[in-house]
Antibody, heavy 122, light 113 residues
Framework: QVQLQESGPGLAEPSETLSLTCSVS?????????WNWIRQPPGKGLEWIGS???????YYQSSLESRVTISVDTSKNQFSLKVMSVTAADTAVYYC???????????????WGQGTMVTVSS | DFVMTQSPDSLTVSLGERATINCKSS????????????LSWYQQKPGQPPRLLIY???TRESGVPDRFSGSGSGTEFTLTISSLQAEDVAVYYC?????????FGQGTKVEIK
């Protein structure tokens, strides 16, 4: 079955760049789904960060767009997230998730990774 | 941005009783061209990622028990658990995918009385 796994440093320093990767197994990342990043600050709700298609088409949360880049590496079946100039407010569990239907950007998220906790602190 | 507001923030229900969670969108989630409401529901248990329960307002994801049902249209939506089970203790989120940025409700915590 399709599985997603986030990886990356659990600690980032203020003003630095946070980098995470989501590895997709059990399916090709080029099979028509959109791939998403979503985060959840400790004890709080969910915030969609952005999504990417295998072609490289991206959509971003408007409040984060100036600091966020999502990219895809089809050869490695992975997609990645970079958040620049991080502050304590970026401390969160970061999830990657698949868009449910093929060929549609606007759909629910049906498969999630387990999430990775990133703490921004010096 | 579309603002999603859930009520109540928390809910305590006896085992076997009905639990109802409401979700209100600041704008309509209905596209007239396909008559679909772009609304989903998720369940999140402690230490776990969210799990998709319902999409297109009322379509249950594969494997989701039929005690979970969704309804509504436009700006008002409801998730109903017809007979609460112990394993349903969780936080529930609604989410709109009508217009980016996709946004979630603040969550409703469901507990056993």
């Amino acid at each position: 079955q399709v599985q997603l796994q986030e990886s990356g440093p659990g600690l980032a320093e203020p003003s630095e760049t946070l980098s995470l990767t989501c590895s997709v197994s059990g399916s090709s990342i080029s099979n028509g789904h959109y791939w998403n990043w979503i985060r959840q600050p400790p004890g709080k709700g969910l915030e969609w960060i952005g999504s990417i298609y295998h072609s490289g088409t991206t959509y971003y949360q408007s409040s984060l767009e100036s600091r966020v880049t999502i990219s895809v590496d089809t050869s490695k079946n992975q997609f990645s997230l970079k958040v620049m100039s991080v502050t304590a407010a970026d401390t969160a569990v970061y999830y990657c998730a698949r868009g449910r239907a093929q060929w549609l950007a606007d759909d629910a998220f049906d498969i999630w990774g387990q999430g990775t906790m990133v703490t921004v602190s010096s | 941005d579309f603002v999603m507001t859930q009520s109540p923030d928390s809910l305590t229900v006896s085992l076997g009783e009905r639990a109802t969670i409401n979700c209100k969108s600041s704008q309509s989630l209905l596209y007239s061209y396909n008559n679909k409401n772009y609304l989903s529901w998720y369940q999140q248990k402690p230490g776990q990622p969210p799990r998709l329960l319902i999409y297109w307002t009322s379509t249950r994801e594969s494997g989701v028990p039929d005690r979970f049902s969704g309804s509504g249209s436009g700006t008002e939506f409801t998730l109903t658990i017809s007979s609460l089970q112990a394993e349903d203790v969780a936080v529930y989120y609604c989410q709109q995918y009508h217009t980016t940025p996709w946004t979630f409700g603040q969550g409703t915590k469901v507990e056993i009385k």
